[in-house]
Nanobody, 122 residues
Framework: QVQLVESGGGLVQAGGSLRLSCAAS????????MAWFRQAPGKQQDFVAH????????YYADSVKGRFTISRDNAKNTVSLKINNLKPEDTAAYYC???????????????WGQGTQVTVSS
């Protein structure tokens, strides 16, 4: 089993930066792809980014490319999402996910965190 616990969300002004963190536990965590998804109120859940087990492969949604950076530290069992130049449209609940295969399809991920809220003011 893999357990995911997220932190780092909050209220931030547009143009600022924020770093989200996901602490993971589980025997196979170091071999899993990790990803972030987000969901705004009343909207569908969207893919944000993924990172492979060794960090060699990263993949970003077009809407966040150039502003978001995903990284992982397998020794510490953590994955992070650094967000720069925050925009009001980034306001959403952000979810950490883990699975044996990466990609933008949420069905590829077997484990999910509880979500952390990011609110961006203008």
């Amino acid at each position: 089993q893999v357990q995911l616990v997220e932190s780092g969300g909050g209220l931030v002004q547009a143009g600022g930066s924020l770093r989200l963190s996901c602490a993971a536990s589980g025997r196979t965590f170091d071999r899993f792809f990790m990803a972030w998804f987000r969901q705004a109120p009343g909207k569908q859940q969207d893919f944000v980014a993924h990172i492979s087990w060794n960090g060699a492969s990263t993949y970003y949604a077009d809407s966040v490319k150039g502003r978001f950076t995903i990284s992982r530290d397998n020794a510490k069992n953590t994955v992070s999402l650094k967000i720069n130049n925050l925009k009001p449209e980034d306001t959403a609940a952000y979810y950490c996910a883990a699975g044996p295969v990466g990609g933008s399809d949420r069905n590829r991920y077997n484990y999910w965190g509880q979500g952390t809220q990011v609110t961006v003011s203008s």
